[in-house]
Nanobody, 117 residues
Framework: QVQLVESGGGLVQAGGSLRLSCAAS????????MSWYRQAPGKEREFVAA???????NVADSVKGRFAISRDNAANTVYLQMNSLKPEDTAVYYC???????????WGQGTQVTVSS
């Protein structure tokens, strides 16, 4: 089973940037589709961005043009570059890994992102 550890969250002013990282403990990282989700207080967890093993990406409309997802298969790490942050981006950000077989998946513990106005 893969284990995921997120990092890079913090407090930033509106208009600022952060880069989140998610390190995966697996020898088969390339076999996993990686995603970022977020959950704001009182709201359901929502999709942010995803990247396949061949680096094809999909980004939610709410963050398109501001956020970008990437991966480094040699480092077993996926990144979320967040630019032009807004207070409504405040949430706990979670990393998710789904094996290409669809049989295995895992969530990270989450990292808090707070954007002040």
């Amino acid at each position: 089973q893969v284990q995921l550890v997120e990092s890079g969250g913090g407090l930033v002013q509106a208009g600022g940037s952060l880069r989140l990282s998610c390190a995966a403990s697996t020898l088969a990282f390339i076999s996993y589709r990686m995603s970022w989700y977020r959950q704001a207080p009182g709201k359901e967890r929502e999709f942010v961005a995803a990247i396949t093993s061949t680096s094809s990406t999909n980004v939610a409309d709410s963050v398109k043009g501001r956020f970008a997802i990437s991966r480094d298969n040699a480092a077993n790490t996926v990144y979320l570059q967040m630019n032009s942050l807004k207070p409504e981006d405040t949430a706990v950000y979670y990393c998710k890994a789904v094996h290409s077989s669809g049989r295995y998946f895992a969530w990270g513990q989450g990292t808090q992102v707070t954007v002040s106005s």
